[in-house]
């Protein structure tokens, strides 16, 4: 065993016993934790942002494109914004302890199915220290210890984080070892993040598809798989385009820089050449690239040539990739084709065609007549959520809470025996 991996399990033995004292605390208990947190994130918000800034430094000197710019970006509103988040976690139901179901045997017996903590989980996740803070509250909220391992370009950012909600833990029931950063910034530290089954019951990957395909590919860890968003927004023939104007660009540029920003806009033919010039005026003021298929180009004039690799893009960026489709069965295959399975959006006054499309499309989110930008867990009154699922088993879209928990039986007898 290296040094790095030494290390890295010595602190997952850490978050293991700690663990164990958190699980059964009592919701008070870890509710007064995160008001301390959030606290104490407000009264240390100067030397957050000067940490902060430092990271932000190392970016630009290294050439960063400024949409990952602004996900790391912190500023003493965006501190103070965390730190709401962390005081709406506190206010949520404790899921721990809910009954899921319950029943009564023929024999007498007292089923119970119950939530209860996973144990252990790691963080593995890309540049945005928001991230630090809103995994580690739904971890502790949830009653589980939790190991952060944010990406090198935000170490200085996420190690300042840790350092001031383990100080505010120091004077409550819950153990600071309840949230440590794994050490370490290159593969090594995560690979072994990924190999420590036994100590850590549960991984979750946020970031870019390297970064998800690599965990998933390589843990040994069970691993709850958080997507990349190529989301999409068809414009149906029976659209208004008035509506179909302003959910269009909220999606697209209301921020580019995040998972649930609209990547693709598909078009029905019937509708295209009264909409796609408006698209293109309102687009351009907001300075959103248009990358157009042969159709869309014919319509509007000009704009960049979409190619395949445009399709399969999540740009987080001021890009736009655009297609003209025949029908709403095209526009359900092109997704199908392309999208990563996030969330996909159609814009119509037809109750059919929204009935269609919400069953043939397979997302963890479907909007009707709504911005894609709604896939998030605090707008679904999640509060803070530590990711969009966009697997099948156990967790599908915003986790909040629940999703943060595993369930266990409780079965109560009075001496019984099976014969």
């Known amino acids: ?11 997952a033995a850490r978050a293991k016993r700690a663990s164990h004292e958190l699980a059964p605390l009592a919701r008070a208990a870890k509710d007064a934790a995160l008001f301390a947190i959030a606290d104490a994130l407000v009264a240390n918000a100067e030397s957050i942002v000067k940490a902060n800034s430092e990271d932000v430094a190392r970016a630009r000197e290294g050439g960063q494109p400024e949409a990952m710019i602004d996900r790391l970006a912190l500023s003493t509103d965006r501190v103070e914004a965390i730190a709401d988040a962390v005081r709406e976690v506190a206010e949520l139901p404790d899921p721990v302890g809910e009954v899921v179901r319950g ?47 944010g990406s090198s370009s935000a170490y200085t950012s996420n190690t300042r984080l840790v350092e001031v909600m383990r100080a505010a833990l120091a004077d409550t029931d819950v153990p600071a070892d309840a949230v440590q950063l794994v050490p370490g910034t ?57 509506n179909a104007l302003v959910i269009t660009l909220n999606s697209k540029a209301q921020r580019v820089s995040v998972c649930n920003a609209a990547e693709t806009l ?6 295209a050449e009264e909409f796609l010039p408006r698209l293109v005026s309102a687009m351009t003021e907001r300075g ?40 709403l069965a095209e526009a359900v295959e092109h997704i199908r084709r392309y999208s990563t399975g996030h969330t996909e959006a159609i814009v119509t006054d037809s109750t059919s065609a929204a009935r269609q499309f919400v069953a043939q499309v397979d997302s963890a989110a479907v909007m009707v007549n709504a911005s894609t930008r709604f896939t998030d867990g605090g707008e679904f009154g999640f509060g803070a959520e530590i990711g969009i699922s966009t697997q099948k088993l156990h967790a599908r879209g915003p986790m909040g809470l629940p999703e943060m928990t595993s369930t266990k039986y409780v079965i109560t007898g009075d001496g019984h025996v099976r014969p």
């Open 103 to 149: 029943s009564t045997l023929p024999n007498g017996l007292e089923l119970r199915q119950v939530r209860v903590p996973m144990g252990v989980v790691g963080v593995i996740y890309e540049s945005r220290p928001n991230v630090t803070v809103d995994a580690a509250v739904l971890c502790l909220k949830s009653g589980n210890a939790a190991l952060l391992r």
């Open 266 to 271: 598909l078009v029905h033919r019937g509708v």
């Open 1 to 11: 065993m290296t040094d790095t991996e030494r290390e890295v399990h010595e602190v």
């Open 186 to 242: 290159g593969r090594e530290s995560a690979h072994a993040l990924m190999r420590a089954r036994g100590l850590v019951d549960v991984l979750i990957p946020r970031g870019g598809r390297t970064l998800i395909q690599s965990v998933v590919t390589e843990s040994t860890v069970p691993v709850i798989e958080t997507g990349e968003g190529n989301c999409h927004v068809y414009v149906d023939k029976a659209a208004d385009l008035d």
């Open 288 to 327: 959103v690239t248009l990358h157009g298929d042969e159709r869309t180009i014919n319509i509007i004039g000009s704009a960049t040539p979409a190619t395949e690799v445009d399709w399969a893009t999540e740009y987080l960026s001021h890009d736009l990739a655009v297609r003209v489709v025949d029908s």
